[in-house]
């Protein structure tokens, strides 16, 4: 395996790669240590503190830490993943938008520069409500040391320039680096987490948080992260292989033999993309709750927005049932843009193709896309389970706050309502990520290594070995 990890280095392009990729990564994270200015840190830390959890602490570990302390980078790329969100929707129901997406590198150029117009005016409205947060009278004191006047269009323009430069970066490692850029961003922002989350686990275990259960406690959670990392790892290699038959043809003057192959279907193909969808279209009611229009108060606080805001918030059990059904939706709409089945199924005709037992063409479409159908449902119930049982863990579900007759709800235990108090590292959305980005950038490293005539890392990719020199 050393010799294998040593390959790297003796390839110069996939060492500037890294190496690349590595030092934007910093780059990143240095922004994580520039604050906004005008911002009083101490209350913005005791408000974080007070409303953290759910959506909000979600929302805040795919930025790094950088919404807690209000960086330049606060908004992280969620922006971004939301206009992406919007114009893959309006590719699948706007038809002259569709034409364009089809028109190959130059349509797709067009699309994503649109997207980043759309980026830089999401981060516009989202800096400013935030800013219209921060500033509020409404609790008798503000979060920032500035006038009202002077802060917005401040918080506007740094968060907006923040967000863009982040969109660069993610967009340079892509195209420049290994990996993908905008989830290694996140993956990044996850993992310089890990040694305070871990830190908060020992202080647990330390001053005996959960009593007499605290030992047991403490091995039950090691034991269900080896297993949650496991069985992501399984799912995230899983497939379903559909087999095809060639049949002989001429191909110029020559003879084509008969072969045999397989079209593999991952059971999880969206990856960890579903879960961020989600996440970011249910942060929208948690950013907006706390902004106050007009004098008039916060909107968690108005009696018709109040009773939505308190529904959809953090561990709520229609916040869930939303979370859930958004995870299902997500999964399926991002496999019906990266797989077209009747693409698939008119390339197997050109080319002789076909599945043994289903006739060429629309069969053969029709069949693809039912196999499709039943293995993403079995990928948006493992996402959903590997989302919401840790939360559930972490912080309950409130379901003490749903009213029903005779209060059955009211009398179950307090780990249920409440959870375990956990921190959001040991979530089961962050391993998703961890373990998801990671495995696709070992997968990018290891087809580098193998195009290049050297071993990849897992022992069935072995090819030929390189020549042992820098």
């Not at 953290?52 to 992280?76: Q, S």
């Not at 999880?268 to 229009?293: D, E, K, R, T």
């Not at 029903?404 to 959870?419: E, K, Y």
Request: contains cysteine; positive net charge.
């Amino acid at each position: 395996m050393l010799e294998k990890f040593l390959n790297i280095f003796r390839i110069p392009d996939l060492r500037k790669r890294i190496g690349f990729t590595l030092f934007l990564l910093a780059v990143y994270r240095l922004g994580a240590h520039i604050p906004t200015p005008g911002i009083d840190a101490a209350k913005l830390s005791q408000f974080f503190n007070q409303n953290a959890g759910g959506a909000l602490g979600l929302l805040d570990l795919f930025n790094g830490g950088n919404l807690r302390k209000l960086t330049v980078f606060a908004l992280g790329i969620m922006p971004y993943i939301t206009a992406s969100i919007i114009f893959q929707l309006l590719t699948v129901i706007y038809e002259p938008l569709a034409k364009l997406q089809k028109e190959g590198e130059l349509g797709r150029r067009k699309i994503t520069q649109w997207t980043r117009y759309v980026t830089v005016l999401l981060a516009v409205v989202q800096s400013f409500f935030i800013g219209l947060t921060l500033t509020s009278t409404a609790t008798g004191e503000t979060m920032v040391t500035l006038s009202k006047g002077e802060f917005l269009p401040l918080c506007v323009i740094t968060l907006t320039a923040g967000t863009a430069f982040i969109m660069w970066l993610g967009e340079q490692i892509t195209e420049r680096g290994i990996g993908n850029g905008m989830s290694l961003l996140i993956f990044t922002g996850i993992v310089v987490g890990l040694p305070r989350g871990i830190a908060d686990l020992y202080q647990k275990a330390a001053t005996q948080a959960w009593g007499g259960f605290t030992p047991i406690a403490i091995v039950l959670l090691i034991v269900i992260m080896v297993a949650v990392v496991a069985f992501i790892v399984f799912v995230e290699r899983s497939e379903r292989r559909i087999p095809i038959q060639s049949a002989k043809r001429m191909v110029g003057r020559r003879m084509t033999q008969a072969s045999n192959s397989f079209l593999p279907l991952k059971v999880n193909s969206g990856g960890v993309m579903p879960v961020i969808f989600a996440a970011s279209i249910l942060s929208a009611p948690l950013l907006l709750q706390n902004v106050s229009l007009f004098g008039s108060g916060p909107l968690r606080d108005t009696s018709f927005l109040g009773p939505i805001f308190r529904a959809l918030g953090p561990a709520e059990p229609w916040y869930v049932v939303l979370y859930m059904l958004a995870i299902i939706f997500f999964a399926y709409f991002y496999i019906s843009i990266i797989f077209r089945p009747d693409d698939i199924a008119d390339n197997m005709r050109k080319y002789g193709s076909f599945i043994p037992g289903i006739r060429p063409g629309k069969r053969t479409s029709d069949f693809i896309n039912d196999v499709l159908t039943r293995i993403t449902l079995v990928g948006a119930l493992y996402l959903v389970a590997i989302s919401i049982i840790p939360m559930f863990l972490m912080s309950g579900i409130h379901f003490n706050h749903l009213w029903l007759i005779g209060g059955i709800f009211d009398r179950m235990p307090t780990w249920v309502t409440n959870g375990l108090g956990l921190n959001f590292y040991f979530g089961g959305t962050s391993l998703l990520i961890v373990v998801g980005v990671a495995m696709d950038t070992v997968q990018q490293v290891e087809a580098q290594l193998i195009m290049r005539h050297y071993d990849g890392f897992s022992p069935k990719s072995g090819r030929i070995r390189g020549r042992r020199s820098w």
